[in-house]
């Protein structure tokens, strides 16, 4: 089993900036690869990054690019989803996801996830 806690979500205006983090714990061996999804009221769940654990590749929407960037330490089993120039339409959940292959876009795809932390965007 693997374990992932996110933390770092929060209340924040319009353009401002948030750091999430997803900590790993457990079978970390096994994962592959990390990604960050989003899920607002009402809505599907979004993929928003990914990354190939130990490539260190990356994957990002393009609903999200130039805004959110996605890193990882690798020696600290966390990964990082640094997100600027916040809109309120970024309000949702944020839940990182783990699976044992390469990185997907499709949620179905992810064994693992964390409980999520949500992000507020006030206008």
């Known amino acids: 089993q693997v374990q992932l806690v996110e933390s770092g979500g929060g209340l924040v205006q319009a353009g401002g900036s948030l750091r999430l983090s997803c900590v790993a714990s457990?079978?970390?061996?096994?994962?592959?690869?990390i990604a960050w999804f989003r899920q607002a009221p009402g809505k599907e769940r979004e993929f928003l990054s990914a990354?190939?654990?130990?490539?260190?590749?990356?994957d990002l929407a393009d609903s999200v690019g130039g805004r959110f960037t996605i890193s990882r330490d690798y020696a600290k089993n966390t990964m990082y989803l640094e997100m600027n120039s916040l809109k309120p339409d970024d309000t949702a959940v944020y839940y990182c996801?783990?699976?044992?292959?390469?990185?997907?876009?499709?949620?179905?795809?992810?064994?693992?996830w964390g409980q999520g932390t949500q992000v507020t965007v006030s206008s």
């Open positions: 457990g079978r970390t061996f096994s994962v592959y690869a």
């Open positions: 996801a783990a699976r044992s292959g390469w990185s997907s876009r499709r949620a179905a795809d992810y064994d693992y």
């Open positions: 990354i190939n654990w130990g490539r260190g590749t990356t």
